[in-house]
């Protein structure tokens, strides 16, 4: 199987070892992994502050580029950004670009999602040794369904212990410029994310957005807490 | 910004936020609850939303066809095209019906359109009968939430309140105080000789208005003045009476997880004889302002389909930590952040469609699946292509940096290395203030890639 | 007339932004879901539409008592205003009602809802009347003002009986819905007694409508 990486640009630049993971697990379950280097942003950041434009010419870029990619699949460590492509219909009033924004969708997997519904697969070979728990991404969990997926992977890694939050479903208050334009408000979503995360007594909370990983890590940190923020790849290529 | 203070305030009352906090997540526990006692919960809500979106499709027709039965039935329907006039129309009705007395039930609409203090120009008070409303009202304030209106006053708040309202005693028992202003408030149904109400649904087919409650006090303020004068926005009509099961069977338990509230009074016009029960004359006040404008795009017009449940309120982790007032309209929690920029427009509610995370949860809870994020994106490009409120010209450069960056890759990687190598990062005091950031990577994934990753593929990883 | 121009111009506005909404309508707009006929609730006996509605009733907070004879209810209405402290009472005009209060008149007031004046019917204790139907599903009461004077009675005073045929029971909503009549002005649904929370959300029973529903259920053959 010959499987595109939709790298991200926050995992590329800010959480690279998500993306790295994401190369290990899929190599190791036989995937041949191809990285086109002409691939940046999404657009995700201009389309949800409102910069239309933009984002219709990122989201074009973005679709040529999967357009020219001849791998079975397209796979990307983040949620939202998958879900970012699969609403590229929205953008378009042009019908031609509407098809090809469907057609790109229809190649295009969340990496968990991958994993198990299209390889099949809840055993990657992985071991962990440690008490985790699973942060429900928003827009993975509501726009692409993803809530079970994760968690099977996650039961399935040697020596881990997979604990469920009791909010796990709730926002962590990250939002993209959310978090800094009302950082106050984000905040107060996110203690309540992390008060929970602490009661739990795990080693480290997993989740499959490098987003909410940098704002529930970043409190995690200042509030002086030993929880490590961890993306799922990171825990799947673990050995 | 007015938003960004009030929400600072709001998140500065820790008594607020523990009010909040428990009756969100107690209203949620009870909707999740009562909604598996619906054998198809989510056919039930398909089945909503496409009476809502063939209503809305034809909406002239169906407030043609409910104001025609309603006035055959002996109700006088009279049409209001923004606040005001609706707020002069409901005044002259009062004069010309001599009120001295006025009581009034829940209504939203009635506070979008300022009823009462446009009343009081007339020297008219209305007095607040719903007991959250009445509270609100003795307190000099507005409401906080859709269905608990007093959610942000403490019993003892509420107690002082009634020692200085009432003269009563003040009490630390719930049952107590709610019980003086049963008292309080039955002297003003006794003498009342005007009731105003809302109209959660409106019935096309019968010229049938439905309001529903759980005080009875929505029944005592249409069922004892001789002059009913009932406030509705043009959304509220649907098609046919029997459609009327599949929102009663959505609205209660999405609202407070009840199966239904205690009473339901549907009202088909006036008495047909002089001697039954019941008011001399029912006027209903259609009213515009600012609705049918939403009727224009398919992603608009679901707004006009919400049945004012609350769910959305209960299910936002914004509203959860800030509640109604941050909001700064009658309209608050989601479902407001979409309706106020829309109704009392973009310039006046410019922060609303940000104040989000996106996260979702609200179009999850929705009973008629109003998809909530989408109209806030909508409404975000709108603020951003009309130019509104303040910070824009940072924003927009930032945007264009942003998109000529990524249209780049070499020139986005060049960036992004010398910032590495210099650790430049931007000195972003918002998120600072609170979050540590992590330091960058020495390599970045691509640089990885390029730098041994890429041909790794071959050995196992 | 102001209000004819309002009436014109509303549905002009909306007129105009719909055709412009919907000749735009984009092709994934929400789809109209198949029109799938709702569950069939499996039709159960009659003697299970009454044990149905009787626990609803327990579960929404209204007290009932099964009678089989006007005698019986004559007793068990006595009981009920005798337990309760009640004095004064008004009948509704069903002549059941005015049959049944004749015979518990011992030590009770009985007054008449149009003899009374508003603050007269304030002071009332117990208000009676029968139920055109009861909904099974949600134990509920229906009262149509076309059939009897019934929208005070089971609202102001704090007691109300209520005198309810099992034969009237309804298995759900939907079939009241589609057994009531818009030839009544007042259809009212009445599940339980009046209640809020509005207070620290604790839930407090009996406010502007009664605090004690009691049904009278008359069984029938």
């Known amino acids: 199987m010959r499987v595109s990486l939709f790298v991200t640009c926050l995992a590329d630049q800010l959480w690279p070892s998500a993306a790295v993971g994401a190369v290990g697990v899929l190599r190791r379950l036989g995937c041949a992994v191809e990285f086109d280097e002409r691939q940046t942003c999404c657009g995700q950041p201009a389309f949800n502050t409102g910069y239309r434009p933009a984002a219709r010419t990122l989201a074009r870029r973005q679709i040529e580029i999967i357009e020219s990619s001849a791998a079975d699949a397209i796979v990307s460590p983040s949620g939202s950004c998958t879900a970012m492509v699969h609403h590229y219909d929205q953008l378009f009033d042009d019908s031609a670009w509407r098809a090809r924004a469907r057609g790109v969708a229809d190649r295009t997997h969340e990496l968990s999602s991958f994993l198990v519904n299209q390889l099949g697969v809840e055993d990657v070979g992985a071991s962990f040794s440690g008490r985790l728990t699973w942060h429900d991404a928003c827009h993975g969990l509501r726009d692409l369904g993803i809530k079970d997926e994760p968690r099977r992977l996650l039961r399935r890694v040697t020596g881990a212990e997979l604990v469920e939050l009791p909010n796990a479903e709730a926002c962590c208050g990250f939002g993209g410029t959310f978090s800094v334009k009302y950082p106050e408000i984000s905040v107060a979503i996110l203690d309540e994310k992390v008060d929970a995360i602490e009661r739990a007594g795990v080693d480290a909370v997993v989740s499959g957005d490098a987003s909410c990983l940098m704002q529930i890590a970043g409190r995690l940190s200042r509030r002086g807490s030993m929880v490590r923020a961890m993306h799922l790849a990171e825990v799947l290529a673990s050995k | 910004m007015t938003f960004e203070r009030d929400a ?86 009062a004069e010309r019906r001599g009120a001295r007395t006025v009581v009034k039930s829940k209504s939203m609409a009635t506070e979008e359109i300022h009823l009462n203090a446009a009343l009081a120009r007339r020297h008219i008070e209305p007095v607040e009968t719903d007991l959250g409303e009445y509270i609100v009202q003795l307190a000099g304030e507005t409401p906080s939430h859709i269905v608990v209106p007093a959610i942000h006053k403490t019993k003892a708040q509420i107690a002082a309140l009634f020692a200085d309202k009432l003269g009563i005693v003040p009490s630390d028992d719930v049952a107590t105080l709610t019980a003086a202003a049963r008292a309080a408030l039955r002297g003003s149904f006794a003498e009342a000789d005007l009731g105003i109400s809302g109209v959660n649904f409106a019935v096309a087919e019968t010229g049938t208005i439905l309001i529903l409650e759980n005080e009875g006090n929505a029944r005592l303020t249409t069922s004892l003045p001789r002059t009913h004068v009932a406030l509705m926005g043009i959304e509220k009509v649907i098609p046919r009476f029997a459609d009327l099961d599949v929102f009663l069977q959505l609205l209660p338990r999405s609202g407070t997880g009840q199966v239904l509230t205690a009473y339901q009074s549907l009202l088909t016009g006036t008495k047909r004889r002089p001697e039954d029960e019941g008011p001399e004359e029912l006027h209903i006040v259609v009213l515009d302002n600012g609705r049918s404008r939403m009727l224009a795009a398919a992603v608009t017009r679901q707004s006009l389909a919400c049945i004012r449940c609350g769910a959305c309120l209960n299910a936002c982790p914004v509203y959860r930590q800030i509640g109604g007032h941050a909001y700064g309209s009658v309209y608050p929690g989601p479902i407001g952040a979409v309706l106020s920029p829309q109704l009392f427009g973009l310039a006046r509610s410019a922060a609303l469609p940000y104040a989000s995370s996106l996260c979702g949860a609200c179009r999850d809870v929705c009973p008629v699946k109003i998809d909530i994020p989408a109209l806030l994106l909508h409404l975000r490009a709108e603020v951003v292509d009309s130019r509104v409120g303040k910070g824009r010209l940072r924003e927009r450069l930032a945007f264009s940096i942003y998109a000529a960056l990524m249209a780049r890759p070499r020139l986005f990687e060049w960036v992004m290395r010398f910032a590495r190598r210099l650790r430049i990062m931007p000195r972003l005091g918002a998120w600072t203030k609170w979050r540590d950031l992590r330091p960058l990577a020495p390599q970045s994934f ?13 050995a196992d990883a | 007339m102001r209000s004819g121009d309002a009436r014109r111009e509303i549905l002009h506005a909306i007129r105009g932004n719909l055709a412009q909404g919907l000749e735009s309508a984009p092709p994934d707009r929400l789809s109209a879901p198949a029109s799938s006929p709702p569950v069939p609730l499996s039709v159960p006996e009659r003697g299970d539409v009454v044990k149905h509605f009787t626990e609803q009733l327990t579960a929404v907070g209204a007290q009932w008592t ?44 009985i007054d008449r809802l149009e003899r009374l004046s508003r603050d007269a019917l304030f002071a009332c204790d117990a208000g009676v009347t029968t139920a055109q139907w009861g909904i099974a599903d949600t134990g509920t009461l229906v009262l149509e003002s076309a059939r009897e004077q019934s929208r005070l009675l089971s609202l102001v005073p704090p007691i109300h009986v209520a005198l309810l045929s099992t034969r009237c029971i309804c298995d759900s909503l939907r079939e009241a819905l589609g057994r009531v009549s818009v030839a009544s002005h007042a259809i009212t649904f009445i599940t339980g007694p009046s209640r809020t929370s509005d207070i620290e959300l604790t839930l407090v029973v009996g406010v502007h409508g009664p605090q004690t529903v009691h049904v009278l259920l008359m069984e029938e053959a």
């Open chain 2, 8 to 93: 600072r305030t709001a998140l500065a009352d820790g008594q607020l936020r523990g009010a909040l906090r428990q009756a969100t997540t107690l209203f949620g526990e009870r909707r999740r609850a009562a909604l598996s006692t619906v054998p198809d919960w989510e056919g039930a809500r398909d089945r909503a939303r496409a009476i809502k979106d063939e209503t809305l499709e034809h909406l002239d027709r169906y407030l043609e066809q409910f104001a025609a039965n309603a006035e055959r039935a002996g109700a006088r329907v009279h049409w209001a095209r923004d606040a005001a006039e609706a707020c002069d129309l409901i005044g002259a009705i």
């Open chain 2, 446 to 458: 691509r640089e990885q890639w390029r730098t041994g990753l890429r041909d790794a593929g071959d």
């Open chain 3, 66 to 109: 099964v009678v089989r004879t006007e005698a019986e209810a004559a007793a068990a209405l006595a009981r009920i205003l005798t337990d309760a402290g009640a004095r004064r009472v008004v009948g509704s005009d069903a002549p059941l009602v005015q049959r049944l209060l004749q015979s518990v008149k011992n030590g009770l007031v």
